[in-house]
């Protein structure tokens, strides 16, 4: 069982939609974070969210994460070619204390 | 520089070898990592370490050595390699432990 369960899976849109990807768990967790991992290179740490309800944005992407810190959002406006990638959340397990990632939402955004 | 180099970025190697990925961090950071990275799979936790001489096992340990004698330098040998253990190899870095880590650019290992 996925701890950490991400929708869509794959997500191809043209360029100057809006989009939303979905960090969803059934555990309450302390802190979360969201990585975007490009093609051919290592994850990067976009932000950390910690309190419920919390919202953060960085330039076109928004961060949410839920009131009861189960679950959380990241919405982009206006995509462009370079928001392509796999986004990643991640977050400590409260039962087993191990850093777990989720299953990842691959992005291609058409020019 | 700063931050987290990993070497070779690409590497084939034959079955049985043993072949050793290297992971050097600029920032002192207490933690270090290896994952592995495959098609439907996701990212997988290999070794970490806590500290200089300090290493435990993650979710996927078998056929896999580390070590960690100074806090920059994590190596990850595999001392027979095999064929399922072809992947892309990631290290990663952190202060706390806690998460938001800091990740190299990965080590494509093919095995043949």
């Known amino acids: 069982t996925q701890l950490l369960e991400q929708s869509p899976q794959f997500l191809s849109i043209q360029e100057g939609e809006n989009l939303t990807v979905y960090c969803n768990s059934s555990s309450v967790f302390s802190s979360l974070q969201w990585y975007r991992q490009e093609p051919g290179e290592g994850p990067v740490l976009l932000v950390t969210v910690v309190t419920g309800g919390e919202v953060k944005k960085l330039k076109r992407l928004t961060f949410q994460f839920g009131d009861a810190r189960k679950d959380s959002s990241l919405h982009i406006t206006a995509a462009q070619p370079g928001d392509t990638g796999l986004y990643l959340c991640?977050?400590?397990?409260?039962?087993?204390?191990?850093?777990?990632f989720g299953t990842g939402t691959r992005l291609k955004v058409l020019a | 520089d700063a931050g987290i180099t990993q070497s070779p970025r690409y590497k084939i190697t034959e079955t049985g070898r043993q072949v050793t990925l290297m992971c050097h961090q600029t920032?002192?950071?207490?933690?270090m990592f290896w994952y592995r990275q495959d098609l439907g799979h996701g990212l997988r936790l290999i070794y970490y370490s806590a500290a200089a001489d300090i290493t435990d096992k993650g979710e996927v340990p078998d056929g896999y050595v580390v070590s960690r004698s100074k806090t920059e330098n994590f190596p990850l040998t595999l001392e027979s390699a095999t064929r399922s253990q072809t992947s892309v190899y990631f290290c990663a870095s952190s202060e706390s432990g806690q998460g938001g880590y800091t990740f190299g650019s990965g080590t494509r290992l093919t095995v043949v």
């Open positions: 991640a977050a400590m397990d409260p039962g087993t204390y191990k850093y777990i």
């Open positions: 920032w002192s950071h207490s933690y």
